[in-house]
């Protein structure tokens, strides 16, 4: 087999890179480890920035999109028996999020590339890149029981966190930045209408809270917990009286319950790999970098990694030019470096941490007060919260 990319990976940014490379004439073959079925369906993040929306709309995916998800102009802080809302049509005018589930995105994207003829091997094993340094990498792999090979002309390595991709780079060539937290979030989907018209972030002694949803109808909420926490120690009438007690903070509001559709639990973390390159080989999303879910930017990222991708090839097939491949890694972790800072900010300034003493919480109780009282500070959390405009 032969192509020109070769993409490890079929989440948000492989599916979105095979896209865009097609809509510039250039071929690429999607491999990907788990079924159609199980992308499909692998509840993950959903809340898309203003750019994320843009390029999926532009692209030609966005008809679902712009027809089911859901545009939110703020966020609210819930902390010290008070709701706080940051006002994103009066502090980021014109900017805003979309809630709309990843595996929605997803499904859109394999939907896109199947009509369009794409090839995307689902169930394929033992995916090793090689020839990674020179100008004819392979990516050999087992599918359907047989052994076979992809040559290519560029490798992209979407294949998320624990992907293979990055450990293929020889060792001594990446730099690691890594930070674990001391806790994890337990996820819940829940089919019971959102409780309220916009995100709330609930900081509270007990730990932090998240109300999110998914759709008018399917809620999603996150509790921080212990980072070994074991699920099977969260019945779900604990899970329901857990989140009522963190979220029920301010007079005159309640949480609907309904049935848990799904649980689990993930842990929280900061990770990049520099450089996103070697050789013909480009990471993109997960597989380079992750952030803690707080700030919602972790498929934010991969999107924007692979429209700088595709652009950086469509360079180098039109004329030969490799100055925007090599200036590929460069030009993502300028934005990586933003949102791993604005991720880590987010999850400090609302979690709570056993580490901390009295003073820490008085430090932590007044940065939220701040926030919520200077349309400075308010401005700051908001721009980044939507996107900040960075190439
Ligand atoms: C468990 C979990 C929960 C999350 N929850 C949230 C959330 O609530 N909110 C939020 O904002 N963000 C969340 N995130 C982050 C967000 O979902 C990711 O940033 C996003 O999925 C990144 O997309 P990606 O395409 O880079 O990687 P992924 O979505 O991880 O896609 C990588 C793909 O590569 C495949 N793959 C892996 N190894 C191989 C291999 N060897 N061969 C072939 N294929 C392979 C995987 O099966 C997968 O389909 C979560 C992430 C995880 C892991």
């Known amino acids: 087999m032969r192509t020109q990319v070769a993409i490890v990976g079929a989440g948000p940014a492989g599916l979105l890179l095979s896209h865009l490379l097609y809509l510039r004439g250039i071929e690429s073959v999607v491999l990907e480890a788990r079924s159609r079925d199980y992308v499909e369906q692998r509840v993950r993040a959903g809340v898309l920035e203003q750019g994320t929306v843009d390029t999926l709309v532009s692209s030609g995916v966005g ?37 709309y589930g990843q595996q929605e995105v997803v499904k859109d994207l394999i939907a896109a590339r199947l009509a369009a003829g794409g090839q995307i091997l689902f169930e394929v094993a033992d995916v090793v890149p090689e020839g990674i340094d020179g100008p004819h990498p392979e990516v050999s792999f087992t599918h359907r029981g047989e052994r076979r090979a992809i040559q290519a002309d560029f490798i992209a390595g979407c294949d998320g966190f624990h992907g293979i991709c990055r450990d293929a780079i020889p060792p001594g060539v990446l730099q690691f930045f ?42 999603r909420f996150y509790l921080q917990v212990p980072p070994d926490e074991d699920i099977a120690a969260w019945p779900d009438e604990r899970i329901w009286a857990e989140l009522a007690a963190r979220l029920e903070t301010v007079s005159g509001w309640s ?64 004329c030969g030019d490799a100055t925007l491949l090599d200036g590929y890694s460069r030009a993502c972790l300028r934005r990586v470096w933003r949102a791993q800072h604005f991720s880590w900010w987010m999850t400090t300034l609302l979690h709570s941490f056993e580490s901390y003493d009295a003073y820490d919480r ?10 919520c009282t200077s349309e400075a500070a308010s401005t700051s959390l908001a721009e980044n919260y939507v996107g900040l405009a960075l190439h």
């Open 178 to 219: 890594d930070k674990e937290y001391p806790f994890g979030w337990l996820g819940v989907l829940a089919a019971v209408a959102p409780s309220s018209e916009e995100l709330i972030y609930a900081s509270n002694d007990r730990g932090f809270a998240l109300h999110s949803m998914r759709s008018p109808q399917v809620s």
């Open 63 to 99: 008809e679902r999109l712009l027809r089911e998800g859901l545009v939110h102009h703020g966020i609210e802080l819930r902390f010290g028996g008070q709701s706080h809302r940051i006002a994103f049509e009066k502090l980021v005018p014109g900017r805003a999020i979309t809630v």
């Open 255 to 318: 949480l609907a319950t309904g049935p848990v559709l799904e649980k689990g639990i993930t842990a929280m973390r900061s990770f990049v790999a520099e450089p996103m390159q070697f050789g013909r080989l480009f990471l993109a999303g997960d597989a380079s970098h992750i952030v803690p879910p707080t700030g919602a930017k972790g498929l934010n990222l991969a999107a924007f990694d692979v429209t700088v991708l595709t652009e950086a090839l469509a360079g180098w097939y039109a």
């Open 362 to 371: 008085r430090l932590q109780q007044s940065y939220l007060d701040y926030v």
